[in-house]
């Protein structure tokens, strides 16, 4: 599959400007402010046609939203009846598996992609199976500000084919260096949050529209920590000023445990994961972060640029609501190398 060498303007900033001043007069508390604010966004942007052509991660979140209600409501339907698929090649049960409704949210979603934003990158988590791969531009990262769009079509599938309701469907925008947008539907609660780079987090059902979503900050999180898989060794030096549920010791089909994404419905107080993969734990993560939580490694550095990472991942890393939870956590994984 080659990469063509077309060269795509930046996008445009003056969306960005306002939604920064939305942000601003939503935590003043002055609805009418925030309802003009969103008058004037509706202004700036640009006409479809021109939006396909140079789309800022905001408008391709807008446009994506109506396919990814359509793949949340199928989730959802076809929960109760699913049937799990061939497993794939993976180091644990969680990666193993795979559903139909894997496959057919990615090809919902390629299919919207490739109608709307051929000329973007695609990267979508069932690529070696998918019909369309051979259409797309390119899955990888590429050149600055020349875009990434990343797929998890059910993040978290032994979740979703155990019955549980925190299973995702992700989808996130990434630059060279860092994340530029990303949205997460949680289709069995009704609920979808999304992050634009520097201006915040934002909730709402899943039929509201990006400007009628509601401001997110994490703010008083249960005393909760999630320790991912490998990760349960850090258990014994935080059990005795937090509740610790470790993947693999507590999963259960039966009893449905918190997932990554319990950072945003203040579930969690902090998350330790040993990756963070592009299209699931490190979008979140930089959600969670848009939302006012701290993101390290798990030496308690920065996160590397995305290009800098390989395999689609980020190296291990630490959330947390507080930086308190942030040292207790790092303490932890200092005390057990």
């Given at each position: 599959?080659?990469?063509?060498?077309?060269?795509?303007?930046?996008?445009?900033?003056?969306?960005?400007?306002?939604?920064k001043h939305?942000?601003?007069?939503?935590?003043?508390?002055?609805?009418?402010?925030?309802?003009?604010?969103?008058?004037?966004?509706?202004?700036?942007?640009?006409?479809?046609?021109?939006?396909?052509?140079?789309?800022?991660?905001?408008?391709?979140?807008?446009?994506?939203?109506?396919?990814?209600?359509?793949?949340?409501?199928?989730?959802?339907?076809?929960?109760?009846?699913?049937?799990?698929?061939?497993?794939?090649?993976?180091?644990?049960?969680?990666?193993?598996?795979?559903?139909?409704?894997?496959?057919?949210?990615?090809?919902?979603?390629?299919?919207?992609?490739?109608?709307?934003?051929?000329?973007?990158?695609?990267?979508?988590?069932?690529?070696?199976?998918?019909?369309?791969?051979?259409?797309?531009?390119?899955?990888?990262?590429?050149?600055?500000?020349?875009?990434?769009?990343?797929?998890?079509?059910?993040?978290?599938?032994?979740?979703?084919?155990?019955?549980?309701?925190?299973?995702?469907?992700?989808?996130?925008?990434?630059?060279?260096?860092?994340?530029?947008?990303?949205?997460?539907?949680?289709?069995?609660?009704?609920?979808?949050?999304?992050?634009?780079?520097?201006?915040?987090?934002w909730q709402?059902?899943?039929?509201?529209?990006?400007?009628?979503?509601?401001?997110?900050?994490?703010?008083?999180?249960?005393?909760?920590?999630?320790?991912?898989?490998?990760?349960?060794?850090?258990?014994?030096?935080?059990?005795?000023?937090?509740?610790?549920?470790?993947?693999?010791?507590?999963?259960?089909?039966?009893?449905?445990?918190?997932?990554?994404?319990?950072?945003?419905?203040?579930?969690?107080?902090?998350?330790?994961?040993?990756?963070?993969?592009?299209?699931?734990?490190?979008?979140?993560?930089?959600?969670?972060?848009e939302a006012?939580?701290?993101?390290?490694?798990?030496?308690?550095?920065?996160?590397?640029?995305?290009?800098?990472?390989?395999?689609?991942?980020?190296?291990?890393?630490?959330?947390?609501?507080?930086?308190?939870?942030?040292?207790?956590?790092?303490?932890?994984?200092?005390?057990?190398?």
């Amino acid at each position: 599959m080659g990469d063509r060498d077309d060269e795509y303007s930046k996008p445009i900033l003056a969306d960005r400007w306002v939604l920064k001043h939305r942000v601003w007069v939503g935590k003043s508390g002055d609805r009418r402010l925030a309802r003009e604010s969103r008058i004037i966004l509706s202004r700036v942007e640009p006409c479809p046609q021109s939006m396909s052509a140079h789309p800022t991660p905001r408008q391709i979140l807008a446009t994506l939203l109506p396919p990814l209600r359509l793949a949340a409501a199928y989730a959802r339907q076809i929960q109760p009846q699913i049937t799990r698929r061939p497993a794939k090649t993976a180091d644990s049960v969680f990666g193993v598996a795979l559903s139909d409704a894997d496959l057919s949210i990615q090809t919902l979603v390629e299919v919207a992609m490739l109608a709307r934003f051929p000329h973007l990158r695609f990267y979508g988590e069932e690529y070696e199976q998918s019909y369309n791969t051979q259409y797309l531009r390119a899955i990888a990262l590429g050149p600055p500000d020349e875009y990434l769009i990343a797929l998890d079509p059910i993040d978290g599938t032994q979740f979703y084919l155990d019955g549980h309701t925190n299973y995702q469907i992700i989808l996130s925008v990434l630059n060279t260096d860092d994340y530029e947008a990303a949205i997460a539907l949680t289709p069995a609660q009704d609920r979808y949050c999304y992050a634009l780079r520097g201006q915040g987090c934002w909730q709402g059902p899943l039929s509201a529209d990006l400007d009628d979503c509601q401001p997110l900050w994490i703010q008083n999180p249960r005393p909760v920590i999630l320790l991912g898989l490998g990760m349960e060794k850090y258990a014994p030096a935080l059990r005795d000023r937090y509740t610790v549920i470790a993947v693999a010791t507590d999963y259960s089909p039966v009893q449905q445990i918190p997932n990554v994404n319990g950072m945003l419905s203040g579930e969690l107080a902090g998350v330790i994961i040993r990756n963070g993969n592009f299209i699931d734990g490190a979008a979140l993560a930089f959600m969670a972060q848009e939302a006012g939580a701290i993101v390290t490694t798990h030496a308690g550095l920065p996160l590397p640029p995305l290009a800098e990472c390989a395999d689609y991942r980020r190296p291990g890393l630490v959330m947390a609501a507080s930086s308190a939870i942030l040292q207790d956590l790092l303490a932890a994984i200092a005390a057990h190398p």
